[in-house]
């Protein structure tokens, strides 16, 4: 039966325009994520290169830099750990306006602030290669100095392990729960039902606050305390699919062949509850995107220095009233198109599998 829906599956789902739309968003998206550090301005750990004297600049803005080399060398990284963590800084960056070599000496008037300069002079021994680079910061600066398009880039590797785990972690308790709920009913059904109850009743944000503070702050903590509230549509969707599947006559003849209920439950019914968990499963991936976010912006999320689409918001949302309004809604936007695709996508696993709400 799977085998002969499948080209009718994939053919009304590539018909789809805005389906296809969201999945060319989501492939780029996973691409960005796996290759951010290189292709990133900014590869250094975290994008987190640091150069007060240029924060808040707008998107666009060039400007020449002095690249002095560090008297501590950074522990030299091969391409995988470059992959994964990016690559520290060999040099440090002093912003500068003119220079001019004259002998051994470089001098030059280094950027203070737009209009404010200082005349300072050093080896050229103490350079690196090249010695003057220029930086064109397109989405422009942070109030750290920190290059915004490098950490939105980041940044999407967040977003979408957030989102992957949450929804791993809340798929495989939903669906366990939910299936011997629906499979065994009487007294286990009543008692996972009211578990399920009991968690539906508590606001989610307050849920999600009460694990995070008993797991604590941190990168991997926020993707359990998001899993972890995020499983009850899904039990219950489950459960409701199995009750019906159940009664078919199909599974009267696993249990006259003994059949044990595992085999049962993973062989003959979970295979036929696959779509609609698909779409629920598509709409929990953006719903996790936006609560990471929303706890990142409490400030109970990924902690800085790492950079978190919610966290950018966080940290530059007073500068939406003021001269640099980009700095906020660059990460917004970028929430905001990655939802949409998910959302995008699970619409067309829905209406490609006939799933109806």
């Given at each position: 039966?799977?085998?002969?829906?499948?080209?009718?599956?994939?053919?009304?789902?590539?018909?789809?325009?805005?389906?296809?739309?969201?999945m060319v968003l989501i492939i780029l998206s996973l691409l960005l994520a796996v290759?951010?550090?290189?292709?990133?301005?900014?590869?250094?750990?975290?994008?987190?290169?640091?150069?007060?004297?240029?924060?808040?600049?707008?998107?666009?803005?060039?400007?020449?830099?002095?690249?002095?080399?560090?008297?501590?060398?950074?522990?030299?990284?091969?391409?995988?750990?470059?992959?994964?963590?990016?690559?520290?800084?060999?040099?440090?960056?002093?912003?500068?306006?003119?220079?001019?070599?004259?002998?051994?000496?470089?001098?030059?008037?280094?950027?203070?602030?737009?209009?404010?300069?200082?005349?300072?002079?050093?080896?050229?021994?103490?350079?690196?290669?090249?010695?003057?680079?220029?930086?064109?910061?397109?989405?422009?600066?942070?109030?750290?100095?920190?290059?915004?398009?490098?950490?939105?880039?980041?940044?999407?590797?967040?977003?979408?392990?957030?989102?992957?785990?949450?929804?791993?972690?809340?798929?495989?308790?939903?669906?366990?729960?939910?299936?011997?709920?629906?499979?065994?009913?009487?007294?286990?059904?009543?008692?996972?039902?009211?578990?399920?109850?009991?968690?539906?009743?508590?606001?989610?944000?307050?849920?999600?606050?009460?694990?995070?503070?008993?797991?604590?702050?941190?990168?991997?903590?926020?993707?359990?305390?998001?899993?972890?509230?995020?499983?009850?549509?899904?039990?219950?969707?489950?459960?409701?699919?199995?009750?019906?599947?159940?009664?078919?006559?199909?599974?009267?003849?696993?249990?006259?062949?003994?059949?044990?209920?595992?085999?049962?439950?993973?062989?003959?019914?979970?295979?036929?509850?696959?779509?609609?968990?698909?779409?629920?499963?598509?709409?929990?991936?953006?719903?996790?995107?936006?609560?990471?976010?929303?706890?990142?912006?409490?400030?109970?999320?990924?902690?800085?220095?790492?950079?978190?689409?919610?966290?950018?918001?966080?940290?530059?949302?007073?500068?939406?009233?003021?001269?640099?309004?980009?700095?906020?809604?660059?990460?917004?936007?970028?929430?905001?198109?990655?939802?949409?695709?998910?959302?995008?996508?699970?619409?067309?696993?829905?209406?490609?599998?006939?799933?109806?709400?």
């Amino acid at each position: 039966m799977m085998i002969s829906t499948a080209p009718s599956f994939f053919t009304k789902l590539l018909r789809n325009k805005t389906a296809c739309l969201g999945m060319v968003l989501i492939i780029l998206s996973l691409l960005l994520a796996v290759f951010a550090y290189l292709i990133a301005p900014d590869g250094s750990p975290n994008a987190n290169r640091m150069i007060p004297e240029i924060g808040s600049k707008k998107p666009g803005f060039t400007l020449q830099f002095l690249q002095v080399k560090k008297k501590v060398v950074p522990v030299p990284v091969n391409f995988l750990g470059q992959l994964v963590s990016g690559k520290a800084d060999a040099v440090d960056f002093i912003p500068i306006n003119h220079y001019r070599i004259q002998g051994d000496r470089i001098y030059f008037d280094k950027f203070i602030d737009d209009g404010i300069e200082e005349k300072q002079e050093m080896p050229l021994a103490e350079l690196g290669v090249p010695m003057v680079r220029t930086i064109r910061f397109y989405a422009g600066t942070d109030k750290f100095g920190r290059d915004i398009a490098s950490r939105l880039m980041i940044g999407v590797r967040v977003s979408l392990a957030v989102g992957m785990i949450a929804v791993l972690l809340s798929l495989s308790i939903g669906i366990f729960l939910g299936a011997v709920a629906g499979y065994f009913r009487g007294w286990v059904d009543e008692a996972i039902m009211w578990f399920m109850n009991v968690i539906w009743s508590v606001p989610t944000l307050l849920l999600v606050f009460a694990i995070t503070l008993a797991l604590g702050k941190g990168f991997w903590q926020v993707f359990i305390a998001v899993g972890l509230t995020m499983w009850v549509n899904i039990a219950r969707l489950v459960r409701g699919q199995v009750m019906g599947i159940r009664e078919m006559e199909y599974i009267a003849a696993t249990k006259a062949l003994g059949y044990s209920h595992t085999r049962t439950i993973v062989k003959h019914i979970l295979p036929n509850i696959f779509g609609p968990v698909m779409v629920i499963a598509a709409g929990n991936f953006a719903s996790a995107i936006v609560m990471e976010a929303g706890l990142s912006f409490l400030g109970v999320g990924v902690q800085p220095p790492q950079p978190s689409w919610g966290l950018m918001i966080k940290e530059n949302y007073n500068f939406i009233i003021t001269h640099n309004p980009m700095l906020a809604l660059a990460p917004g936007i970028a929430i905001m198109v990655l939802v949409l695709a998910f959302n995008l996508v699970g619409n067309g696993l829905r209406d490609a599998l006939s799933v109806r709400d």
